[in-house]
């Protein structure tokens, strides 16, 4: 071999080594840290890319997210404390998104929004499928599967009243401290879904543990995955918790499972929201809520629904308080749902649980998905409700004289059944089969 032969091959040798080598990304520097946004110079930094904050004195290492860019600067939103962080902070860009992991071996766990274990359990458990990314797309339109069957949730109100189907979307509206999650969690250890996701979002640290341990229970726990971040955590990771339960819930459905996504709360979610883009230097709207809210809210609320394969069926919370209808968010969240189930604070304060206003409540799926029978009997049963409101006064006054109109003499008699059909007692679930039954005898 010639000398010249040999250089040549050196040069090619070298070559390939230097195309085998990932380039090194640049790093930035933090230029402010103005209370939830940190400013800094970082050259190519995508929107939503993850950059990991660390600091040289204090060695920390805080994971950050890029939401915004302003001229030659990049605006993060850290999820994790930014104490112990200064002016000498780098910022190292990952070239990657918010990651989560996933597979059968969540089931039965409790993770962060950032994916990280929460209970004592193994990690990394087994049984595990590699990650997903948490910002996931809704499937297309005309790719979804049509919702022609119900889903049992365990309820009487709601599965004989307001039938939900396998792939809807509803709502849960009420004041605080009335029991949405106490029914959140009767309809995660009652329902016939294969998988239940569970995303707690900015609830006290107190209920997380209350709600897995008294109120799921290891019944419900067992085929339930539980995503927290409570309300002392950043505001990204509490936005972020609500996306990675869905990206969970997405993995179950894309492996053909009937999923239910339980959320509680949008509300809170949009707090956090707010917090963030007010910060990023958003003009607020409605109630001081930034424009991006409502852009990011249907992204959120369309990736649940039916799916090719799978299908989530999702449940969010909303709080509101007085008149939800002045409540930018209780709006936007029932106008993209498809119903609303409403939380009387009334029914609470005289012991009645479920307290689900059941004439002020609406499923927009159930003509589709329940039988013609079933429906025939919910009418009434409305129909009488709805006659005995009328005249409840006058009931209770003893002004009422029976004889006066046949539909009303028989919504007097019958409501104190009607009622104690739509009382349910903790731990007292009815199938399907049974609350039809059970309708029959009230409506005939």
Same mark, same amino acid.
């Given at each position: 071999?010639?000398?010249?032969?040999?250089?040549?091959?050196?040069?090619?040798?070298?070559?390939?080594?230097?195309?085998?080598?990932?380039?090194? $990304? @640049?790093?930035?520097?933090?230029? /402010?840290?103005?209370?939830?946004?940190?400013?800094?110079?970082?050259?190519?930094?995508?929107?939503?890319?993850?950059?990991?904050?660390?600091?040289?004195? /204090?060695?920390?290492?805080? #994971?950050?997210?890029?939401?915004? #860019?302003?001229?030659?600067?990049?605006?993060?939103?850290?999820?994790?404390?930014?104490?112990?962080?200064?002016?000498?902070?780098?910022?190292?860009?990952?070239? +990657?998104?918010?990651?989560?992991?996933?597979?059968?071996?969540?089931?039965?766990?409790?993770? =962060?929004?950032?994916?990280? @274990?929460?209970?004592?359990?193994?990690?990394?458990?087994?049984?595990?499928?590699?990650?997903?990314?948490?910002?996931?797309?809704?499937?297309?339109?005309? /790719?979804?599967?049509?919702?022609?069957?119900?889903?049992?949730?365990?309820?009487?109100?709601? +599965?004989?009243?307001?039938?939900?189907?396998?792939?809807?979307?509803?709502?849960?509206?009420?004041?605080?401290?009335?029991?949405?999650?106490? #029914?959140?969690?009767?309809?995660?250890?009652?329902?016939?879904?294969?998988?239940?996701?569970?995303?707690?979002?900015?609830?006290?640290?107190?209920?997380?543990?209350?709600?897995?341990?008294?109120?799921?229970?290891?019944?419900?726990?067992?085929?339930?995955?539980?995503?927290?971040?409570?309300? +002392?955590? @950043?505001? *990204?990771?509490?936005?972020?918790?609500?996306?990675?339960?869905?990206?969970?819930?997405?993995?179950?459905?894309?492996?053909?499972?009937?999923?239910?996504?339980? *959320?509680? =709360?949008?509300?809170?979610?949009?707090?956090?929201?707010?917090?963030?883009?007010?910060?990023?230097?958003?003009?607020?709207?409605?109630?001081?809520?930034?424009?991006?809210?409502?852009?990011?809210?249907?992204?959120?609320?369309?990736?649940?629904?039916?799916?090719?394969?799978?299908?989530?069926?999702?449940?969010?919370?909303?709080?509101?308080?007085?008149?939800?209808?002045?409540?930018?968010?209780?709006?936007?969240?029932?106008?993209?749902?498809?119903?609303?189930?409403?939380?009387?604070?009334?029914?609470?304060?005289?012991?009645?649980?479920?307290?689900?206003?059941?004439?002020?409540?609406?499923?927009?799926?159930?003509?589709?998905?329940?039988?013609?029978?079933?429906?025939?009997?919910?009418?009434?049963?409305?129909?009488?409700?709805?006659?005995?409101?009328?005249?409840?006064?006058?009931?209770?006054?003893?002004?009422?004289?029976?004889?006066?109109?046949?539909?009303?003499?028989?919504?007097?008699?019958?409501? +104190?059944?009607?009622?104690?059909?739509? $009382?349910?007692?903790?731990?007292? @679930?009815?199938?399907?089969?049974?609350?039809? =039954?059970?309708?029959?005898?009230?409506?005939?």
């Amino acid at each position: 071999m010639s000398g010249d032969e040999g250089m040549d091959n050196i040069v090619r040798r070298l070559q390939g080594a230097v195309r085998d080598v990932a380039p090194r $990304r @640049p790093k930035g520097r933090v230029r /402010s840290l103005l209370g939830v946004i940190v400013h800094a110079t970082v050259p190519h930094v995508r929107l939503g890319e993850l950059c990991h904050l660390v600091d040289p004195s /204090s060695h920390r290492r805080v #994971l950050a997210e890029v939401v915004g #860019l302003a001229d030659d600067m990049a605006i993060l939103t850290p999820i994790g404390d930014l104490a112990g962080l200064s002016s000498l902070t780098e910022v190292v860009p990952t070239g +990657d998104e918010l990651r989560v992991p996933v597979g059968e071996g969540l089931l039965g766990r409790v993770i =962060s929004a950032v994916g990280e @274990p929460l209970d004592d359990g193994p990690w990394p458990p087994r049984n595990m499928a590699g990650s997903r990314a948490v910002a996931g797309s809704p499937p297309e339109p005309l /790719s979804r599967g049509l919702i022609e069957e119900p889903i049992q949730l365990g309820i009487r109100a709601i +599965d004989g009243l307001l039938t939900v189907g396998r792939g809807q979307r509803i709502g849960i509206f009420g004041e605080p401290g009335i029991g949405k999650s106490s #029914l959140l969690a009767e309809i995660a250890r009652n329902t016939d879904a294969d998988v239940v996701v569970i995303g707690l979002i900015g609830e006290r640290g107190r209920e997380v543990r209350e709600f897995i341990d008294r109120q799921l229970g290891p019944q419900g726990r067992a085929k339930s995955v539980v995503v927290t971040a409570t309300s +002392d955590r @950043p505001a *990204m990771e509490r936005v972020k918790a609500a996306h990675v339960a869905t990206a969970i819930a997405e993995y179950f459905r894309d492996t053909g499972r009937s999923v239910l996504l339980l *959320m509680d =709360s949008v509300t809170r979610y949009a707090r956090a929201m707010r917090e963030i883009g007010l910060a990023a230097g958003e003009p607020p709207t409605r109630r001081g809520f930034p424009p991006s809210l409502f852009a990011t809210l249907p992204r959120l609320l369309e990736r649940s629904g039916p799916a090719p394969s799978g299908s989530i069926t999702g449940i969010y919370t909303v709080l509101v308080e007085g008149d939800g209808m002045l409540d930018p968010v209780a709006e936007e969240v029932q106008a993209i749902l498809d119903g609303h189930i409403i939380l009387s604070p009334d029914l609470a304060q005289r012991n009645h649980f479920p307290a689900i206003d059941v004439l002020r409540s609406r499923s927009r799926l159930m003509e589709a998905v329940a039988p013609a029978d079933h429906r025939r009997y919910a009418a009434r049963i409305r129909e009488l409700m709805s006659r005995y409101q009328e005249v409840e006064l006058l009931v209770r006054v003893g002004e009422y004289e029976r004889g006066s109109d046949k539909t009303t003499d028989e919504a007097v008699a019958k409501i +104190d059944r009607i009622n104690a059909f739509l $009382r349910q007692p903790a731990g007292h @679930p009815s199938s399907l089969a049974e609350i039809a =039954s059970q309708m029959k005898g009230l409506a005939e």
